[in-house]
């Protein structure tokens, strides 16, 4: 099946511009799979906030990101941009949502046409209860095999996928740790800290606001701007400076990683990672080659004077090789495909639907073989 | 047109069950409706929360209202809610959603049926976009003549409706006032407080908790257990007692009401409205009759004296002339006939296009000939 001229509704976030000028993951993989399909030949429409920028075509009802404008109603924006699209469902070929959770209650008023659903991430257990009903209208895909929830059929994964040509690849090892991400205890900047201080070098954050009371009392602190130090949040040149000038990136996350992008982008510049053996990390880092795993603070103290004998070559082929953009639009498009064969998916197992019952707190198993963290080293 | 047998898809709001066991005036209304509606023959679906009752037919998702278990996810829940009915379009032969704006964003990715939306009132500016952009897909119709954008067309009013029946009336005149709603300052309880100290006279409150700041430092201060009193929020029975013992209601808004179930409630007991002279409240009191219609606080004290002249038998006849549930069904039989004739809503006109462009704060006339209170009234 050729997909040339196939006409494509891409559901992006409204958090932020699509690509995003600093933070937003989730804008930045939609804006990476609009251009991908696009110079495949799909006739993309890229739903969107209006300063976002594509190839194709832009569909936008808000101006700027919600996150760029507190004066925007959010609710309201939401709604609007998600009806934006449905509206128009019978003008397209196929939906890739790309926009969580909330478009699935909208698909169920339309038949026609297929939907694929990529989960970015479960935020919280409630939501669930939305990807089960929706499962009757969207295929779903994963972003790793760790993330994945057993109530759910899934068409595979497809993992995010960034140009190694906007990162700078160093051969030459730096001298300080890098954190980069949100101030939130999940994304574990405070055992980065902790790793750190213990081992002795350098740390340099990046990140931006988000639970204010952690990083008050979590952070702040510790912050001397000398071994500790805030750069605040930073943009895309910063960002690829910061990373190819450090030695590794700590990614010791709290809860299993969705996925994990900064991964990759630091390995795109040659810098490894010391990240949580759990979640995706294990399918991103290869352990003793781009990175280590470490299943506690000890070990990654323990590694930090190891790191140095990694070959940063290592890092930038396996990104080059796994976590480009052609690499995920060529997944994406195996998954196009398969969703436009079948029409509809498929009904749910009894193995599935049995999963369904389970309380999700209740399945600390549900996202990885690896035991979350014990809630001793979480805030 | 006979409407008996008519498949009716009514969506309630679900912060409250429907019909509501105390506050709870948009479930109380869609319950009215869908009894009304299942009198007359109409095969009535109600969408409402799983604690609801009906004659005709329930479906639910949320199991109670969100404002009655705060362990409810509200975006969650209120998506599948309203998904629930929209995914069932094609089984009803006409929509009548009493869940504001948001269902508006739903019904876009459907042609049909005819969907008729109850305006219960304008929140706030920014949900005024979604009424825009919903215009293309429902009718409307306004709960007064005074609470109308100029933006929108609407079928005609519906005045809410009670069931004189649920309250009793009272030939004595009481020898308190009342004040009954929303610590909310446009509710106006510290004008009431005012006018009571000020003529003299006990004050009986009770509303449920909306805006804490408000109450605390405007509302507490007065309460003495005496001349102010504060009962909390009452149920049926108890309000029942409180409205049909009271010399009068006092509802001294400070923005335009929209319709003020509250009055009507009264006036089934006999009791008599002090309100202001503005919004929906010169619709439903007739001035010198059924109440006084109050330019100020001042005027409204000097009115008190005169509140025992007023015959409390006017009040009753008054609601059980305009505002029962079967005067208000009429009326939506009405709009429902004109829906199903006409399938589509009317295009805008150029006058309405041209109201839109106009910021909401730039027009106090939109709801009312008569001016808002100077905001030096207004908390």
Known sequence: MNLAGLRLALLAPIA???PPS????????????????????????????????????????????????????????????????FERAHDFDLIHNNYDWKPLTYALATAKPP???????????????AYYRGAARSF??????????????????AYNGIDPNEFTFVDTAGDYLVFLGRWHPEKGAHLAIEIAKR?????????????????????????DGDQIQNLGPVQRVAR????????????????PERFGLTLVEAMACGTPVLGARMGSIPEIVVDGVTGFLCESVDEAVARVPQLTALARRACRERVE?????????????????EALRLGTPPAPTAAQLAARAHDWWDRPQAFTDIPPKPRSQCY
Not at 115 to 129: A, E, K, N
Not at 140 to 157: E, V
């Open 199 to 223: 081992a002795g070098i350098r740390l340099k954050m990046a990140a931006i606001p988000q639970d204010t009371r952690y990083f008050s009392e979590m952070i702040a602190p510790h912050i």
């Open 22 to 85: 600093g933070y937003g993951p989730w804008e930045q993989i939609a804006y990476n799979i609009a251009e991908g399909m696009h110079r495949r030949g799909l006739n993309v429409t890229l739903f969107a906030t209006g300063n976002s920028r594509t190839s194709g075509k832009l569909s936008s009802v808000v101006p700027v990101g919600l996150n760029e404008d507190p004066a925007l109603n959010v609710d309201l924006y939401i709604a609007l941009h998600i009806a934006a699209l």
């Open 321 to 337: 090789k796994h976590f480009t953009v052609e690499r995920m639009v060529e997944r994406y498009c195996g998954y196009y495909m």
């Open 115 to 129: 939907l694929l659903t990529t989960v970015h991430g479960f935020s919280s257990p409630p939501i669930l209860g």
């Open 140 to 157: 779903y895909c994963s972003i790793s095999d760790a993330d994945r929830d057993p109530g759910l059929s899934y068409l595979g994964t």
């Open 240 to 255: 690829d400076e910061l990373l190819r000038g450090a030695l590794a990136l700590v990614h010791m996350t709290t809860r």
């Open 16 to 18: 932020w511009a699509t």
